[in-house]
């Protein structure tokens, strides 16, 4: 028995004695950036390497992530494994030496700074994917540097990337990420202008040490928590996903409850559910903090037309009309509000029989018309005025005056109706 155990030993020993030749064979493989050969070679001794022989298996690590960085030439995908096997190489090496860890640490600067400095190109080049993505990878590298992923967020939002973005802005809240951060500032003595300083390390060294700067004032910065959980929710509402949208509405509104943008993201989604009372509730709450808000104005409107409160709703074109003198959907819609008055007086005028009264009456309705018409004119020629290639309006002038008997300004529009 005591020879088998022995013998197993041994066995065991020639084994690990091997892998750490084929790691030594492979380390000289990256070393001449045969980096594909190596990675073969790793995948082949991956499940010999005994877990418990933690030397080994950091070293087995390290030499991974250093084959899938390929010195900075790797894809996207193969840098995250890179840095994922660099970060296991840490992990099981804690307790150790840490041989591997002091190396992957440079590493980690090289890239930190290699991710950020093309981040920065990529998007002074308007490459936003590229951009965004090695900020991701910043962070990664560097997790305590949470800054980059509120870059990497930011960035794809703004490339439309808006999946990528959401699942950022999500690991931003999972973290409870703020943004809030110390700006250090101080005079500089020969040219008396306030200059910023990257850290409290570097101002002090300007102000005690070369003494070239003074006056020292620190500023904290403000949250970002509440922009962060809006663009959460405003991505939802664009996936059609109310739900979760309201959700982080909710979440916002506990930070900045009277925010304008918030309050119409939440109106817009009320409409879109069908739910016209929340959004005029919040319309008119967002009119209160700007009054001056011609499209708020002008959506008022729309809801009290929709709502058969015709007076109202002209009261609203008429006042967004007054905020924006150029506001063509005002007038189009006034128009049409004023002209669909038009409709029972035809039902009443038809259903007249022959009887004086009847004549009377007929004659009393055919002057209410025509003042209706005449009620309709200066909307209407102001739209044609704002968009003379308005085909409906044209139309609907061009009937109008054949219905008052003005022949010259109706062939005026009709004759504009052959030019299109």
């Given at each position: 028995m005591k020879k088998i155990i022995a013998?197993?030993?041994?066995?065991?020993?020639?084994?690990?004695?091997?892998?750490?030749?084929?790691?030594?064979?492979?380390?000289?493989?990256?070393?001449?950036?045969?980096?594909?050969?190596?990675?073969?070679?790793?995948n082949i001794i991956a499940e010999k390497i005994p877990t418990n022989d933690k030397k080994t298996l950091a070293k087995f690590y390290y030499l991974k992530g250093l084959a899938l960085y390929q010195n900075g030439n790797s894809t996207y995908t193969e840098t995250k494994s890179s840095i994922n096997s660099l970060n296991k190489s840490i992990s099981t090496e804690i307790g150790g030496n840490n041989y591997y860890t002091t190396r992957i640490n440079k590493l980690k600067i090289d890239m930190l700074n290699n991710f950020i400095s093309n981040g920065n190109n990529y998007l002074d080049e308007k490459l936003f994917e590229k951009?965004?993505?090695?900020?991701?990878?910043?962070?990664?590298?560097?997790?305590?540097?949470?800054?980059?992923?509120?870059?990497?967020?930011?960035?794809?939002?703004?490339?439309?990337?808006?999946?990528?973005?959401?699942?950022?802005?999500?690991?931003?809240?999972?973290?409870?990420?703020?943004?809030?951060?110390?700006?250090?500032?101080?005079?500089?003595?020969?040219?008396?202008?306030?200059?910023?300083?990257?850290?409290?390390?570097?101002?002090?060294?300007?102000?005690?040490?070369?003494?070239?700067?003074?006056?020292?004032?620190?500023?904290?910065?403000?949250?970002?928590?509440?922009?962060?959980?809006?663009?959460?929710?405003?991505?939802?509402?664009?996936?059609?996903?109310f739900e979760n949208?309201?959700?982080?509405?909710?979440?916002?509104?506990?930070?900045?409850?009277?925010?304008?943008?918030?309050?119409?993201?939440?109106?817009?989604?009320?409409?879109?559910?069908?739910?016209?009372?929340?959004?005029?509730?919040?319309?008119?709450?967002?009119?209160?903090?700007?009054?001056?808000?011609?499209?708020?104005?002008?959506?008022l409107g729309v809801v009290n037309a929709d709502k058969g409160n015709i007076d109202l709703a002209l009261e609203y074109y008429s006042k967004a009309i007054q905020l924006d003198p150029s506001y063509t959907k005002a007038y189009l819609n006034a128009a049409a509000l004023i002209l669909e008055k038009d409709e029972p007086i035809i039902e009443e005028m038809n259903s007249l029989g022959m009887s004086t009264a009847d004549y009377n009456r007929y004659d009393e309705l055919k002057l209410i018309r025509e003042d209706l018409f005449k009620s309709a004119i200066p909307y209407l020629e102001k739209v044609y005025e704002l968009d003379p290639n308005n085909i409906d309006c044209i139309k609907t002038l061009r009937n109008i005056y054949e219905q008052l008997g003005n022949s010259d300004e109706a062939k005026k529009y009709k004759d504009l109706l052959q030019t299109f």
């Open positions: 013998l197993l030993l041994l066995l065991v020993s020639f084994q690990i004695n091997g892998q750490k030749k084929e790691l030594k064979i492979i380390e000289k493989l990256i070393k001449s950036e045969n980096f594909t050969l190596a990675l073969s070679d790793l951009s965004y993505k090695n900020f991701e990878l910043a962070y990664r590298v560097s997790s305590r540097d949470t800054l980059y992923l509120r870059n990497a967020a930011l960035v794809a939002n703004q490339a439309n990337n808006f999946e990528e973005a959401l699942d950022f802005y999500l690991e931003l809240v999972d973290l409870n990420y703020t943004g809030i951060s110390m700006t250090y500032y101080a005079i500089d003595k020969e040219s008396g202008d306030e200059q910023r300083f990257q850290d409290s390390e570097s101002r002090d060294f300007s102000i005690n040490v070369i003494k070239t700067h003074e006056k020292p004032r620190d500023e904290l910065g403000k949250s970002e928590k509440d922009i962060i959980l809006r663009t959460i929710a405003a991505i939802y509402r664009d996936k059609k996903d949208s309201l959700k982080y509405i909710e979440l916002s509104k506990k930070i900045d409850p009277n925010n304008i943008n918030l309050i119409l993201l939440e109106s817009n989604i009320r409409w879109e559910q069908g739910d016209v009372e929340s959004y005029e509730k919040l319309i008119t709450k967002a009119l209160e903090i700007n009054p001056e808000n011609t499209d708020l104005v002008f959506n």
